[in-house]
């Protein structure tokens, strides 16, 4: 039998040398040691012995077993080092190629304009509020003071969704929301897309956006109005922009104004760009007229306010010098890339 055990031992150890894969190991783990292995079948024999050779014998066995566990574990550590220099040298790194370069996107010139124009309100202590683009016809007309068949809807004609609900023509909706729900004093401005039946050219589009403002508190006059939409001329355009306020006709607000702005081009001489009237048009104002605040119950008498309304796209034209509106939204890389 120790000659078996030494046989056993020569082999095993042999064997597991020899041995190609950590799969292979294991299968001759279980060939020398496994419950039907070679050592395990020599000790079951071991009640043959007489009692002085079987410890001897145990003794010899567990220092083979040792021995070829031993074997084992060297082995595992020999394949596993093989098998990673293997691997590092069929995935070699060429750390010298140059990267892919990654083109990070950036903001629209809308949202540029956008974040712009309400971080100069913001700065004067307005804040933003939004309100919902399917609107009823009750806010988006009614109680601005444009009644059913008032000649001022036609101007504004836009989507119907039924006879009572439409896709809002201008953001002003939004001042008879905040005014229903907030006492003044109030300074808002609240940006968002609008709605018109308009056909697609150089300067219109059925969807644009508009910022409007709203300013309600014991005293404002027409020179709050004034101040604060030069100053945000000033902050937008720089102080060298010279504006002009110009009466014009809104059926929400009394007195009204359209504010102008000299053209850059010519200084008010008149070129193609102003189409020769030496002035832009930019936005519409105005004192909120009595009969709104009257809608939202706020009492005239006691509160006064100025609102405006501004198209979104002008100002980023202007400021950019885009002369046709379609490139906001034809998404042509060529051109959003220069912004
Ligand atoms: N809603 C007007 C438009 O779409 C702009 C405007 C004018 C808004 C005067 C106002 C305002 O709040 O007071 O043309």
């Not at 395990?40 to 010899?60: H, V």
């Not at 939004?130 to 988006?140: A, F, K, S």
Request: charged content about 30%; overall charge negative; some cysteine.
């Amino acid at each position: 039998m120790k000659e078996q055990l030494e046989n056993i031992k020569e082999l095993a150890i042999g064997d597991f040398l020899n041995a190609k894969t950590q799969q292979d190991v294991e299968t001759l783990r279980i060939k020398y040691l496994g419950k039907k292995g070679a050592l395990t079948a020599i000790l079951k024999q071991m009640g043959s012995l007489s009692a002085e050779e079987r410890p001897k014998f145990g003794q010899l066995a567990n220092e083979v077993r040792d021995l070829i566990s031993g074997t084992i574990e060297k082995r595992i550590t020999e394949l596993k080092k093989e098998e990673l220099q293997q691997k590092l040298g069929s995935e070699k790194i060429d750390v010298t190629i140059p990267g892919k370069r990654h083109h990070l996107g950036h903001k629209h010139p809308l949202s540029k304009i956008l974040d712009e124009v309400i971080d100069i309100f913001i700065g004067q202590g307005f804040k933003v509020v939004n309100g919902p683009e399917v609107e009823t016809d009750y806010y988006n007309f009614e109680a601005l003071n444009m009644p059913k068949e008032h000649p001022a809807r036609d101007t504004q004609d836009t989507f119907y969704i039924d006879e009572n609900t439409l896709l809002r023509t201008q953001t002003s909706s939004v001042q008879i929301r905040t005014m229903e729900k907030e006492a003044p004093p109030i300074r808002i401005i609240s940006p968002g897309k609008v709605y018109r039946m308009d056909e697609v050219d150089a300067t219109h589009s059925p969807v644009f956006n508009q910022v409007e403002g709203l300013v309600v508190d014991k005293g404002i006059t027409f020179s709050d109005l004034k101040g604060t939409l030069e100053s945000f001329i000033a902050a937008l355009y720089g102080k060298e922009a010279v504006v002009r306020f110009r009466p014009h006709h809104f059926p929400y607000t009394e007195p009204s104004a359209e504010l102008d702005i000299q053209c850059f081009s010519c200084h008010g001489k008149g070129c193609r760009i102003c189409k020769g009237e030496g002035w832009i048009e930019l936005l519409g104002c105005g004192m909120v007229h009595p009969k709104v605040l009257e809608n939202c119950n706020i009492d005239p008498e006691i509160y006064s306010g100025f609102a405006f309304g501004v198209g979104l796209e002008r100002i980023a034209m202007r400021r950019y010098k885009i002369d046709d509106m379609r490139l906001l939204y034809e998404n042509d890389m060529r051109f959003l890339k220069q912004f």
